[in-house]
């Protein structure tokens, strides 16, 4: 099985160095090139559009950093849509509004293709080990079909449903994920305002029933000053964006998710998009 990867960021790349771990020969397309040459050096086949890749893939996967760019990347010119050919499959492993994975899957859908959305939750490490967590909507049978391409990438993959649910799960996770940041760095911010090593505080809190993997990863960045990206905050933001754009079609109201969106918007506003999801500690600083 030949797979086509689109998109080799923070987490595709290592994704991709996955799949051809565990034998999967690749096409792969990026818009900057360095990723693409790193692949190729290793064995993978370059490509230079959408269309190319799908052309010479049997199975298509993109992972992308927003709806607009895997509308434009499988629907626009020079697109996977253009090269696809019935009865290939096209795995989104991006997170995007559940509303257009089901508009992309329509227009697969007509010209015979099946689609599947797929996004992950485990960040840079989780990508980089393997060890990712996949929600995928879809077909079942079709799920069943790709489940050995995810398990080269994930260690939990659990089918959620149909078109969209996998997006859906995925921006309930972003939801709980961006509360738990919250709360870590007003946790934080608090301890540091009192005096008291927040080192300790962080190993008590990390054995007890306020421990989370957030707190694992982020808090000891965030204590050696680390605000580089494991997944961007801007990201992140994006996500919670998702979740209250998918709250307001269900007439939801999300209260807390609204204002960690306020929170989030502060670091942003900071310049901080492209750091880690942990500098958020920084808006609290400036509040404090």
Sequence with gaps: MKI?????????LPMAKNLMKAGFSLVVHNR???????????GAQAANFGREVVQRSDVVITMLPDSPDVREVILGKGGVLE?????????DMSTISPRVTK??????????????DAPVSGGQKGAMEGTLSIM?????????????????????????GDHGAGETVKLCNQVICALNIV??????????KTGVDVGKMIEVVSGGLG???????LAPKILRGDMEPGFKLRLQQKDIRLALQLAEELKL?????????QIFRIAEAKGLGDKGTQALIKAYELLS
Aim: charged share 20%; glycine share 12%; with cysteine.
């Design 4 to 12: 086509g990867f689109i998109g080799l960021g923070i987490m595709g």
């Design 253 to 261: 109201p999300l209260p807390a998710s609204g204002l960690a969106h």
């Design 211 to 217: 421990a989370s993997n957030i707190i694992s990863n």
């Design 103 to 116: 508009e992309i899957a329509e227009a697969l859908a007509a010209k015979g293709a099946d689609m599947l």
């Design 83 to 91: 090269g696809v050919r019935s009865g290939m499959t096209v795995i």
């Design 136 to 160: 995928v909507g879809g077909k079942k049978e079709v799920f069943e079909r790709c489940m050995p391409i995810f398990k080269a990438m994930g260690r939990v993959v659990v089918h959620v």
């Design 32 to 42: 900057s090139r360095r990723p693409v040459e790193e692949l190729a050096s290793l």
């Design 183 to 192: 709360s870590m760095c007003e946790g934080i911010t608090l301890c540091r």
